[in-house]
Every structure is written in structure tokens, then in C-alpha cells.
């Protein structure tokens, strides 16, 4: 997942447990928005070398990881706000598949 910002930088936390996320200063807010990860579903951010502003989910179901990306997603909705003018948000960028370990 991808994140994206015109107006103002978006911030995340995410503890060494990678079992939730924190977003903040989306469009500007003071308030942090907490999503918690599935069981089974953990999530980190890409090394900062290659990408900045990417986040990786990872886990076992498809679903569970698919609606912790839904769950995140929901909470950088813009709102009443036209979207076309307002791009910020965290969008999925790729979906792929991690070739197992032999």
C-alpha cells in the first residue's frame, strides 16, 4: 500500500510487533487513528532506501489480510470532500503473492 499526500505529509507508526497501525496528520488532523491487524496479519513499512511511503501486509489468509487493507483504506476516506481535488490517502498499490521458502 502506498501512501499518498498533496496538502499535508502522512504519518504512521507501526510497533515492533506489527500488529496495528497508527495513522497521523491526515489532512491535517490532530487525532491519530489506531487500526488493529487481524490475527494473523502483520504489517510493516518497505525499506526506507527503496520506497518511503510504503507499507507491506503480510499473512497467511487472503481475506483477513485483504480486509485489514479495506480496514485501512476506510479510515483515509476524505469525507465530504471532493476527491478528485483532495488525492490524499493510503491506496493499495500491488497485490502479490510471496513465493514460499524452500
Known amino acids: 500500500m502506498k501512501l499518498v499526500h498533496a496538502h499535508f505529509p502522512i504519518n504512521v507508526a507501526i510497533p515492533k510487533t506489527g500488529d496495528e497501525i ?10 491519530d487513528k489506531l487500526i488493529k491487524m487481524l490475527p494473523g496479519v502483520k504489517v510493516k513499512l518497505e525499506d526506507p532506501n ?12 487472503k481475506a483477513a489480510v485483504s480486509l485489514c487493507c479495506a480496514k ?31
Open 22 to 31: 497508527a495513522v497521523k496528520n491526515f489532512l491535517g488532523g490532530k487525532e
Open 50 to 61: 527503496i520506497a518511503k511511503n510504503e507499507l507491506i501486509l503480510e499473512g497467511n489468509d
Open 72 to 102: 485501512i483504506c476506510n479510515v483515509c476516506s476524505v469525507g465530504t470532500k471532493d476527491e478528485r481535488k483532495f488525492l490524499d490517502g493510503i491506496f493499495v498499490s500491488k497485490r502479490e503473492l510471496i513465493e514460499p521458502k524452500e
